[in-house]
Protein backbone atom coordinates (compact mmCIF):
# COMPACT_ATOMS: atom_id res chain seq x y z
CA UNK A 1 0.00 0.00 0.00
CA UNK A 2 1.14 3.71 -0.78
CA UNK A 3 0.30 5.55 2.52
CA UNK A 4 1.05 9.05 0.49
CA UNK A 5 2.63 11.78 2.26
CA UNK A 6 -0.01 14.08 2.87
CA UNK A 7 -2.26 13.39 6.33
CA UNK A 8 -6.21 12.69 5.81
CA UNK A 9 -9.27 14.01 6.32
CA UNK A 10 -11.20 14.82 8.36
CA UNK A 11 -13.65 13.56 6.27
CA UNK A 12 -17.14 14.51 6.33
CA UNK A 13 -18.29 12.26 3.64
CA UNK A 14 -17.02 9.41 1.53
CA UNK A 15 -17.64 8.96 -2.35
CA UNK A 16 -17.63 5.35 -3.67
CA UNK A 17 -17.01 4.13 -7.18
CA UNK A 18 -18.96 0.78 -7.84
CA UNK A 19 -17.52 -0.85 -11.24
CA UNK A 20 -13.82 -1.93 -10.43
CA UNK A 21 -13.81 -0.51 -7.13
CA UNK A 22 -16.26 -1.99 -4.50
CA UNK A 23 -17.88 -4.50 -7.53
CA UNK A 24 -14.79 -6.80 -8.69
CA UNK A 25 -15.70 -7.38 -12.34
CA UNK A 26 -14.77 -6.89 -15.55
CA UNK A 27 -16.66 -3.85 -17.27
CA UNK A 28 -16.18 -4.81 -20.66
CA UNK A 29 -17.22 -8.30 -20.40
CA UNK A 30 -20.28 -6.92 -18.82
CA UNK A 31 -21.55 -4.21 -20.54
CA UNK A 32 -21.03 -7.17 -23.37
CA UNK A 33 -23.58 -9.29 -21.70
CA UNK A 34 -25.60 -6.28 -20.47
CA UNK A 35 -26.38 -4.83 -24.49
CA UNK A 36 -26.86 -8.80 -25.41
CA UNK A 37 -29.71 -9.57 -22.63
CA UNK A 38 -31.26 -6.19 -23.32
CA UNK A 39 -30.79 -6.12 -26.93
CA UNK A 40 -32.80 -9.55 -27.21
CA UNK A 41 -35.78 -8.58 -24.53
CA UNK A 42 -36.45 -5.23 -26.77
CA UNK A 43 -36.37 -7.63 -29.58
CA UNK A 44 -39.92 -9.09 -29.06
CA UNK A 45 -41.00 -5.92 -29.39
CA UNK A 46 -40.08 -5.48 -33.02
CA UNK A 47 -36.59 -3.71 -32.48
CA UNK A 48 -33.99 -4.81 -34.73
CA UNK A 49 -30.43 -5.30 -33.50
CA UNK A 50 -29.28 -2.50 -35.37
CA UNK A 51 -31.62 0.09 -34.40
CA UNK A 52 -31.04 -1.10 -30.66
CA UNK A 53 -27.32 -0.54 -31.33
CA UNK A 54 -28.01 3.03 -32.53
CA UNK A 55 -30.29 3.98 -30.04
CA UNK A 56 -28.20 2.78 -26.93
CA UNK A 57 -24.83 4.31 -28.66
CA UNK A 58 -26.83 7.62 -29.53
CA UNK A 59 -28.72 7.49 -25.77
CA UNK A 60 -25.01 6.89 -23.83
CA UNK A 61 -23.40 9.48 -26.56
CA UNK A 62 -26.00 11.98 -25.31
CA UNK A 63 -25.61 11.36 -21.80
CA UNK A 64 -21.73 11.91 -21.92
CA UNK A 65 -22.28 15.23 -24.13
CA UNK A 66 -25.22 17.60 -23.00
CA UNK A 67 -24.49 19.84 -20.23
CA UNK A 68 -27.67 21.52 -20.13
CA UNK A 69 -29.07 20.66 -16.48
CA UNK A 70 -31.47 18.26 -17.86
CA UNK A 71 -31.45 14.52 -15.93
CA UNK A 72 -29.15 11.97 -17.59
CA UNK A 73 -32.33 9.91 -18.15
CA UNK A 74 -33.68 12.42 -20.58
CA UNK A 75 -30.53 12.69 -22.67
CA UNK A 76 -30.77 9.26 -22.61
CA UNK A 77 -34.29 8.60 -23.99
CA UNK A 78 -34.30 11.66 -26.67
CA UNK A 79 -30.95 9.60 -28.17
CA UNK A 80 -32.89 6.52 -28.04
CA UNK A 81 -35.99 7.16 -29.62
CA UNK A 82 -34.33 8.68 -32.80
CA UNK A 83 -33.50 5.52 -33.73
CA UNK A 84 -36.37 3.26 -32.09
CA UNK A 85 -39.94 3.65 -32.61
CA UNK A 86 -41.47 5.35 -28.95
CA UNK A 87 -44.70 3.71 -29.37
CA UNK A 88 -43.60 0.11 -30.37
CA UNK A 89 -44.68 -0.74 -26.36
CA UNK A 90 -45.03 1.17 -23.26
CA UNK A 91 -41.50 1.47 -22.75
CA UNK A 92 -41.27 2.86 -18.70
CA UNK A 93 -43.10 -0.71 -17.60
CA UNK A 94 -41.17 -3.01 -19.76
CA UNK A 95 -37.60 -1.75 -19.06
CA UNK A 96 -38.79 -1.30 -15.35
CA UNK A 97 -39.89 -5.02 -16.05
CA UNK A 98 -36.21 -5.82 -17.31
CA UNK A 99 -34.05 -3.79 -14.61
CA UNK A 100 -36.21 -5.95 -11.82
CA UNK A 101 -35.98 -9.18 -13.35
CA UNK A 102 -33.67 -10.38 -16.17
CA UNK A 103 -30.84 -7.51 -15.30
CA UNK A 104 -30.41 -9.33 -12.23
CA UNK A 105 -29.07 -12.36 -13.62
CA UNK A 106 -25.83 -11.25 -15.16
CA UNK A 107 -24.52 -10.64 -11.64
CA UNK A 108 -24.50 -14.54 -11.34
CA UNK A 109 -21.03 -15.61 -11.91
CA UNK A 110 -20.06 -12.23 -9.91
CA UNK A 111 -17.70 -13.35 -7.28
CA UNK A 112 -17.97 -10.00 -4.32
CA UNK A 113 -15.08 -8.83 -2.70
CA UNK A 114 -15.31 -9.37 1.13
CA UNK A 115 -13.23 -6.57 2.06
CA UNK A 116 -15.37 -4.51 0.05
CA UNK A 117 -18.36 -4.99 2.47
CA UNK A 118 -16.07 -5.06 5.72
CA UNK A 119 -15.02 -1.66 4.25
CA UNK A 120 -18.58 -0.01 3.88
CA UNK A 121 -19.76 -1.17 7.21
CA UNK A 122 -16.80 -0.16 9.27
CA UNK A 123 -17.46 3.64 7.59
CA UNK A 124 -20.72 3.48 8.69
CA UNK A 125 -20.15 2.21 12.28
CA UNK A 126 -17.45 5.28 12.76
CA UNK A 127 -20.58 7.39 11.71
CA UNK A 128 -19.42 8.18 8.09
CA UNK A 129 -21.87 9.17 5.44
CA UNK A 130 -21.78 7.47 2.41
CA UNK A 131 -22.55 8.61 -1.11
CA UNK A 132 -22.21 5.93 -4.44
CA UNK A 133 -20.51 8.43 -7.03
CA UNK A 134 -21.14 5.33 -9.77
CA UNK A 135 -21.36 6.55 -13.35
CA UNK A 136 -24.95 7.71 -13.52
CA UNK A 137 -26.05 5.99 -16.96
CA UNK A 138 -28.02 3.28 -15.53
CA UNK A 139 -31.63 3.65 -13.97
CA UNK A 140 -31.54 2.97 -10.25
CA UNK A 141 -32.28 -0.33 -9.88
CA UNK A 142 -29.75 -1.33 -11.98
CA UNK A 143 -27.36 0.30 -9.76
CA UNK A 144 -29.09 -1.64 -6.08
CA UNK A 145 -28.50 -4.80 -8.21
CA UNK A 146 -25.32 -4.29 -8.39
CA UNK A 147 -25.08 -3.16 -4.74
CA UNK A 148 -26.59 -6.77 -4.03
CA UNK A 149 -23.65 -8.39 -6.19
CA UNK A 150 -21.14 -6.83 -4.89
CA UNK A 151 -22.55 -7.91 -1.33
CA UNK A 152 -23.10 -4.76 0.07
CA UNK A 153 -26.47 -3.17 1.32
CA UNK A 154 -27.85 0.09 -0.83
CA UNK A 155 -29.29 1.24 2.27
CA UNK A 156 -25.75 2.01 3.64
CA UNK A 157 -25.63 4.77 1.41
CA UNK A 158 -27.02 8.15 1.69
CA UNK A 159 -27.21 9.20 -1.89
CA UNK A 160 -26.62 6.85 -4.36
CA UNK A 161 -26.30 8.35 -8.04
CA UNK A 162 -28.05 7.40 -11.45
CA UNK A 163 -28.97 8.33 -14.45
CA UNK A 164 -32.39 10.01 -13.03
CA UNK A 165 -31.06 11.97 -10.44
CA UNK A 166 -27.42 13.21 -12.15
CA UNK A 167 -27.33 16.23 -14.92
CA UNK A 168 -23.59 15.34 -15.66
CA UNK A 169 -21.07 12.35 -16.02
CA UNK A 170 -17.54 11.61 -14.97
CA UNK A 171 -15.29 13.16 -15.60
CA UNK A 172 -16.89 16.30 -15.48
CA UNK A 173 -16.51 18.07 -12.23
CA UNK A 174 -19.92 18.95 -12.38
CA UNK A 175 -20.89 15.17 -11.87
CA UNK A 176 -18.86 15.37 -8.37
CA UNK A 177 -20.13 19.12 -7.74
CA UNK A 178 -23.97 17.43 -7.64
CA UNK A 179 -23.12 15.07 -4.99
CA UNK A 180 -21.05 17.10 -2.68
CA UNK A 181 -24.06 19.90 -2.89
CA UNK A 182 -26.32 17.22 -1.98
CA UNK A 183 -24.40 16.40 0.85
CA UNK A 184 -24.34 19.98 1.86
CA UNK A 185 -20.46 20.41 1.71
CA UNK A 186 -17.34 21.71 0.08
CA UNK A 187 -14.75 19.18 -2.21
CA UNK A 188 -12.31 19.63 0.83
CA UNK A 189 -14.74 17.68 3.30
CA UNK A 190 -14.89 14.28 0.95
CA UNK A 191 -12.74 11.21 0.30
CA UNK A 192 -13.32 10.10 -3.17
CA UNK A 193 -12.45 5.61 -3.42
CA UNK A 194 -12.14 4.39 -6.78
CA UNK A 195 -10.19 2.51 -9.51
CA UNK A 196 -10.03 4.84 -12.72
CA UNK A 197 -7.40 7.57 -12.04
CA UNK A 198 -9.16 9.92 -14.89
CA UNK A 199 -12.68 9.29 -14.01
CA UNK A 200 -12.75 8.87 -10.03
CA UNK A 201 -9.77 11.18 -9.07
CA UNK A 202 -11.32 14.05 -11.48
CA UNK A 203 -12.99 14.88 -7.87
CA UNK A 204 -9.89 15.90 -6.80
CA UNK A 205 -9.99 18.93 -8.86
CA UNK A 206 -12.63 20.33 -6.66
CA UNK A 207 -10.00 19.55 -3.57
CA UNK A 208 -11.46 15.70 -2.85
CA UNK A 209 -8.53 13.56 -1.17
CA UNK A 210 -8.76 10.23 -2.57
CA UNK A 211 -7.89 6.52 -1.99
CA UNK A 212 -7.00 4.42 -5.48
CA UNK A 213 -7.56 1.02 -5.23
CA UNK A 214 -5.33 -0.98 -7.43
CA UNK A 215 -7.74 -4.06 -7.29
CA UNK A 216 -8.97 -3.17 -11.09
CA UNK A 217 -6.98 -0.38 -11.92
CA UNK A 218 -7.82 1.49 -14.91
CA UNK A 219 -5.58 4.38 -16.37
CA UNK A 220 -7.06 5.25 -19.38
CA UNK A 221 -4.45 8.16 -20.02
CA UNK A 222 -1.86 5.96 -18.99
CA UNK A 223 1.93 6.81 -16.98
CA UNK A 224 -0.22 8.20 -14.23
CA UNK A 225 1.62 8.39 -10.88
CA UNK A 226 0.05 6.54 -8.38
CA UNK A 227 2.60 7.80 -5.65
CA UNK A 228 0.80 10.88 -6.05
CA UNK A 229 -2.36 9.44 -4.36
CA UNK A 230 -2.61 7.57 -1.63
CA UNK A 231 -3.76 3.66 -2.72
CA UNK A 232 -3.91 0.15 -2.27
CA UNK A 233 -5.48 -3.28 -2.90
CA UNK A 234 -9.62 -3.11 -1.61
CA UNK A 235 -7.87 -5.24 1.59
CA UNK A 236 -5.64 -2.71 2.11
CA UNK A 237 -8.06 -0.26 2.47
CA UNK A 238 -10.36 -1.89 4.84
CA UNK A 239 -7.60 -2.26 7.05
CA UNK A 240 -6.44 1.51 6.64
CA UNK A 241 -10.40 2.45 7.40
CA UNK A 242 -10.09 0.86 10.01
CA UNK A 243 -7.32 2.78 11.64
CA UNK A 244 -9.33 6.18 10.60
CA UNK A 245 -11.26 7.83 14.12
CA UNK A 246 -14.84 8.46 14.49
CA UNK A 247 -16.90 10.78 11.89
CA UNK A 248 -16.77 14.01 13.91
CA UNK A 249 -18.57 16.37 11.61
CA UNK A 250 -20.53 14.49 9.15
CA UNK A 251 -22.84 15.73 6.55
CA UNK A 252 -26.53 15.71 7.36
CA UNK A 253 -29.79 15.72 4.93
CA UNK A 254 -27.59 14.45 2.49
CA UNK A 255 -30.17 15.11 -0.84
CA UNK A 256 -30.81 11.77 -3.31
CA UNK A 257 -32.78 13.92 -5.78
CA UNK A 258 -31.40 16.33 -8.71
CA UNK A 259 -29.36 19.27 -7.54
CA UNK A 260 -30.12 22.52 -9.37
CA UNK A 261 -27.51 23.80 -11.55
CA UNK A 262 -26.97 27.21 -10.34
CA UNK A 263 -26.34 25.60 -6.93
CA UNK A 264 -24.01 22.89 -8.97
CA UNK A 265 -21.87 25.86 -10.59
CA UNK A 266 -21.39 27.69 -7.16
CA UNK A 267 -19.78 24.22 -5.88
CA UNK A 268 -17.42 24.07 -8.05
CA UNK A 269 -16.22 27.68 -7.99
CA UNK A 270 -16.41 27.51 -4.00
CA UNK A 271 -14.45 24.02 -4.48
CA UNK A 272 -11.65 24.97 -6.65
CA UNK A 273 -11.24 28.49 -4.08
CA UNK A 274 -10.63 26.24 -1.17
CA UNK A 275 -8.65 23.30 -2.77
CA UNK A 276 -5.21 22.82 -1.45
CA UNK A 277 -2.48 24.15 -2.96
CA UNK A 278 0.01 21.00 -4.22
CA UNK A 279 2.23 19.87 -1.32
CA UNK A 280 -0.13 21.82 1.43
CA UNK A 281 -1.54 19.92 4.51
CA UNK A 282 -5.60 19.56 4.23
CA UNK A 283 -6.06 18.12 7.33
CA UNK A 284 -5.94 18.64 10.83
CA UNK A 285 -5.28 14.52 12.41
CA UNK A 286 -3.61 11.65 11.28
CA UNK A 287 -3.38 7.62 11.68
CA UNK A 288 -1.16 6.02 13.60
CA UNK A 289 0.65 3.74 12.05
CA UNK A 290 -0.18 5.89 8.81
CA UNK A 291 2.32 8.21 6.82
CA UNK A 292 0.74 11.66 8.06
Same mark, same amino acid.
Given at each position: ????T???G???? &? %??D???T?????????????F????????? %???????????? =?A???????????????????????????????????????????????????????????????? #??? =???? #?????????? /???????????????????? &?????????????????????????????????????????????????????????? #?????? %??????????? +?????W? +???????????G &??????????? /?R????????????? /???? /? %??I??I??
Open positions: MNDHAAVPYRA &I %FFLDGLLPLDVDEFMRDYAALGAYVAR %FGVSPEAFMAGM =KGIKNMAAHDDGRPNDEAFWEGYFAHIDADACDWGDELARFYDCEFGLLGANVVPNPAAARAIET #LAA =KGYP #LVLATMPMFP /ERAVRWRLEWAGIDPARFAR &ITHFENSSSVKPKPAYFAESIAAAGLSGTDVLMVGNNTVEDLAACALGADAFLVTDHL #LDPTGG %FDASSVRSGTM +EEFAAV +EKLPVCANPAL &IGTGLVDAAVR /EVIAESRNAAPAAG /EKRA /E %FSDGEG
